[in-house]
């Protein structure tokens, strides 16, 4: 293809437009672009810009691959193409091209009433595209009767345009005038910035723009941002909201002879000192808070639209994480417009439930206005122990096993008769040590929290808390999240208290976040972590104490991958996910030896032991 001629005079015209999206729905999706395309008649755009994969959504995974849904994709381009006729903007969008047995996310440029170019990425970021193949330079289709050569450089240019399709590298883009990078970006909200992935839009001259999917796209393991942004020379000129459900148009004139009046501002350079807390913005945690909060509800009522349902229904146990996920779906529901008396907290006390955990879990159901229901396990309990030949006194694994299979049974069950979605609670320390009981509390329809690590989510708790129901709010949620961490499966005490502290038996959150941040997230060396938690926590921990967890967080992390393996869904909130289809992927059976090769040989200086 040979590149176009495009005159960027002093009044260019931009829009930018983040449809509202059905995956998959080819039909739904064109519609959205033909009203957009209707709306922006008026003011006569010179670019109309859309989403990559707009015309299918950008999270069909395998579907991709699916003839029907190709087909459907180019009947769509042909028929979106008539509608720029008479006019002279330039409408970019994107849908999967197939060529032979391979599929490219491929880019369009329709301008005259016609496809006046197509565009392939050969290596798009989506693991269902194909990844490494290389079409021929002079690769050509046919297309609503023209024969076009594809353009298989990367990135595109037109004359004076330059089109970033997907991730690039820093530097990778040139000085040219107008720069559109075509970018799915999710919504996350980590403790640091992350750094730039193609360039700083504050710090660029000439036009930037830059357009994303948004929450509309599927949230099974990440919401999209739906980040929509037009730029001159390092000034912000128009932005969309984020995270909204439905379509948003930018408009935005620019005159590209005007010069950059601010400094180019270098890529951020990260912290590379260890902090105690390092998935916590010390800075803005305020901002984290509330931006956490969002994508949490936002992926549950993608879900909830999604499934045409307006219930939802979980486990209210007095716990930290079963509190925040209640506050996620009040934020969700406020969010819809839906009543709160439809969200169903169910408290089910079993034999090591305390009187104090109630109080704590009906607290801040109360103030949430939620409808609170009471089912005990304990007869239930008995009589499967009974029907398995289980000693009632045995209160082994097997016993405390059985209440969180029974509990989630409960669940489940409701769920059904309510028609309801059925909200997990787990958050991501406890998915990273395996701390969950195999299709018990292991599993749900949809899990807010499984981006959350502990720390985080006992800070987000007590602010989610206020947020949403003042000081009374906040009150509630400080208990809960002040009070010790149990699952409450074993027998009360004498004192009719929880005799289980879970951080006696894995050793302290923070440890094990901190370990999973910088051996996971940092992929450092076990010595090397060792080394950064003694440097941050000798004052309240011994190198033994430090160790011991150490050694107890790789143990479980490689030993419990089969439960990450069926993890359900949930969204990604930070830089770290542990999804195994997006996140994390480890065969379960991967062996731990080389790690606790380097574990074991970490010596303690004899008077620090």
């Known amino acids: 293809m040979q590149n176009e001629a495009i005159s960027i005079g002093s009044n260019l015209r931009l829009a930018v437009v983040v449809p509202e999206t059905r995956v998959a729905d080819v039909a739904f999706n064109s519609a959205q672009i033909q009203n957009a395309l209707a709306s922006l008649k008026a003011s006569d755009p010179d670019w109309i810009i859309f989403p990559p994969l707009c015309l299918t959504g950008s999270t069909c995974g395998d579907l991709f691959h699916q003839k029907l849904l190709q087909a459907a994709a180019l009947q769509a381009l042909i028929d979106l193409a008539i509608l720029t006729a008479g006019t ?16 490219f996310e491929g880019l369009v440029l329709l301008t005259g009433g016609q496809v006046e170019a197509l565009m392939v990425a050969p290596w798009p970021d989506s693991p269902a595209l194909s990844p490494s193949v290389r079409l021929p330079a002079q690769t050509q289709l046919e297309l609503g009767g023209k024969l076009l050569t594809l353009d298989t450089n990367h990135p595109i240019h037109f004359g004076q345009a330059e089109i970033l399709l997907g991730h690039q590298p820093p530097g990778a883009t040139t000085g ?35 357009c994303s999917a948004g929450a509309s796209e599927s949230t099974t393991d990440q919401v999209f941002s739906g980040k929509a942004e037009i730029w001159q020379n390092g000034h912000c000129l128009a932005a969309a909201p984020e995270l909204s459900f439905e379509t948003q148009v930018i408009q935005a004139v620019c005159d590209p002879k005007v010069k950059l009046t601010v400094p180019i501002l270098r890529n951020v350079k990260r912290n590379k000192q260890p902090v105690r807390f390092p998935f916590i913005n010390n800075k803005e945690p305020e901002k984290q808070f509330a931006r956490l909060l969002e994508i949490q509800s936002a992926g549950l009522m993608r879900r909830l639209l999604h499934t045409h349902q307006h219930k939802v229904i979980l486990g209210l146990s007095g716990g930290a994480d079963s509190s925040q996920a209640l506050l996620v779906c009040c934020r969700a529901f406020d969010r819809l417009g839906l009543d709160r008396k439809d969200i ?93 009981t195999f299709n018990g509390d292991h599993m749900s329809m949809y899990d807010v929290n499984c981006g959350l690590p502990k720390t985080l989510l006992l800070r987000l708790l007590v602010w989610a808390g206020r947020f949403l129901f003042g000081e009374a709010g906040e009150t509630a949620a400080q208990k809960i999240a002040q009070a010790p961490i149990s699952p409450e499966l074993l027998p009360l005490d004498e004192n009719k208290e929880t005799s289980q502290r879970t951080e006696e038996v894995l050793g302290p959150y923070e440890l094990h976040d901190f370990f999973l941040f910088y051996a996971i997230g940092r992929q450092l060396t076990p010595d090397e972590v060792f080394g950064l938690a003694m440097e941050c926590f000798q004052d309240d921990y011994t190198p033994v104490q430090i160790l011991t967890t150490l050694k107890t967080f790789y143990q479980r992390f490689f030993s419990q991958q089969f439960k990450r393996s069926a993890s359900p869904d949930g969204p990604q909130l930070l830089e770290i996910s542990l999804s195994p289809r997006a996140g994390w992927r480890m065969p379960s059976d991967a062996s731990s030896a080389l790690w606790f090769e380097v574990v074991e040989k970490i010596e303690i200086p004899g008077n620090q032991v």
């Open 88 to 103: 002279s903007a330039k409408v970019l969008l994107g849908l999967p091209l197939a060529f032979g047995d391979e599929v």
């Open 176 to 210: 040219s005038n107008l720069l559109i990078n075509l970018i799915n970006l999710p919504a996350l909200a980590p403790a640091e910035e992350l750094p730039q992935t193609a360039f700083n839009p504050a710090g660029r001259p000439g036009i930037t723009v830059i």
């Open 344 to 436: 169903l907290a169910i408290h089910m006390p079993g034999p090591g439930s305390s009187h104090s955990s109630r109080e704590r879990s009906t607290s801040l159901a109360d103030l949430a206005g939620v409808t609170q229901w009471t089912i005990p396990i304990g007869p239930a309990l008995s009589a499967h122990l009974e029907d398995i030949g289980h000693p009632a006194e045995l209160h082994d694994v097997t016993f405390e096993n059985a209440q969180a299979r029974e509990r989630t049974q409960i669940l489940m069950d409701i769920a059904n008769q309510q028609d309801a979605l059925m909200v997990g609670t787990g958050d991501l320390s406890e998915i990273a040590l395996g701390w969950c």
